[in-house]
């Protein structure tokens, strides 16, 4: 019973954790900057705020839907300013570092982009994603509507397990694939990745916003 609902939070989660958005262009960028083994806590921070999203939404269920109505728009706001002040930086970051290879800078061997979380490795890093994804009111309602639309089948702990364990994939997946990029193309490369990758984050912010 228990592996049944874990696998049916396994396949409703996945294809959700799967659409781009603006954490998982940042998880594409963090594992650029850091490589697979440093920048997994970055998942795990993103994984542990599904958990804490699924567990809400498996108690609350409609009853917070209809609580979360009346500020959503507000929360929406918050977040997408979060999302395009990262934006911004690593913009800024991945131009900059373009300029300093035009001028041929030898110092410029790995793209390095701007982070308003500085060095961050471990626990702490995983704590500022937990941050950044906690902040995020979609994924709050959007779990709270399965919940409703699926039943007492959703509201269970191996759903919640099932969920928490498709978010942990799918998003090292984003970090495995920014540590491919970080291996297979030059600093330049990176670098315009870096840019098309903070006009996705602030597209999808104004997305957020929009609904």
Same mark, same amino acid.
């Given at each position: 019973?228990? *592996?049944?609902?874990?696998?049916?939070?396994?396949?409703?989660?996945?294809?959700?954790?799967?659409?781009?958005?603006?954490?998982?262009?940042?998880?594409?960028?963090?594992?650029?900057?850091?490589?697979?083994?440093?920048?997994?806590?970055?998942?795990?921070?993103?994984?542990?705020?599904?958990?804490?999203?699924?567990?809400?939404?498996?108690?609350?269920?409609?009853?917070?839907?209809?609580?979360?109505?009346?500020?959503?728009?507000?929360?929406?706001?918050?977040?997408?300013?979060?999302?395009?002040?990262?934006?911004?930086?690593?913009?800024?970051?991945?131009?900059?570092?373009?300029?300093?290879?035009?001028?041929?800078?030898?110092?410029?061997?790995?793209?390095?982009?701007?982070?308003?979380?500085?060095?961050?490795?471990?626990?702490?890093?995983?704590?500022?994603?937990?941050?950044?994804?906690?902040?995020?009111?979609?994924?709050?309602?959007?779990?709270?509507?399965?919940?409703? *639309?699926?039943?007492?089948?959703?509201?269970?702990?191996?759903?919640?397990?099932?969920?928490?364990?498709?978010?942990?994939? *799918?998003?090292?997946?984003?970090?495995?694939?920014?540590?491919?990029?970080?291996?297979?193309?030059?600093? *330049?490369?990176?670098?315009?990745?870096?840019?098309?990758?903070?006009?996705?984050?602030?597209?999808?912010?104004?997305?957020?916003?929009?609904?």
């Amino acid at each position: 019973m228990l *592996a049944q609902q874990v696998l049916n939070g396994v396949m409703i989660g996945l294809p959700l954790m799967l659409t781009l958005g603006p954490v998982s262009i940042l998880l594409i960028n963090q594992g650029m900057h850091s490589g697979s083994r440093s920048g997994l806590p970055a998942a795990v921070g993103v994984a542990t705020a599904d958990l804490t999203f699924s567990t809400i939404a498996a108690v609350a269920g409609s009853a917070l839907v209809a609580g979360l109505a009346p500020v959503s728009g507000a929360l929406r706001v918050i977040g997408a300013g979060v999302i395009i002040g990262l934006a911004v930086k690593i913009g800024l970051s991945a131009r900059a570092q373009i300029t300093a290879i035009k001028s041929g800078d030898a110092s410029v061997d790995v793209f390095k982009p701007r982070r308003s979380f500085g060095d961050l490795t471990g626990a702490r890093l995983a704590g500022t994603f937990y941050g950044v994804t906690i902040i995020n009111p979609v994924s709050i309602i959007l779990l709270s509507a399965v919940v409703v *639309a699926g039943g007492k089948g959703m509201a269970t702990p191996g759903w919640v397990l099932g969920m928490t364990l498709a978010s942990l994939i *799918a998003h090292s997946g984003y970090v495995l694939f920014g540590s491919f990029l970080r291996r297979a193309f030059n600093p *330049a490369g990176l670098a315009r990745f870096g840019m098309v990758s903070a006009v996705l984050m602030v597209a999808t912010a104004a997305h957020l916003v929009v609904g």
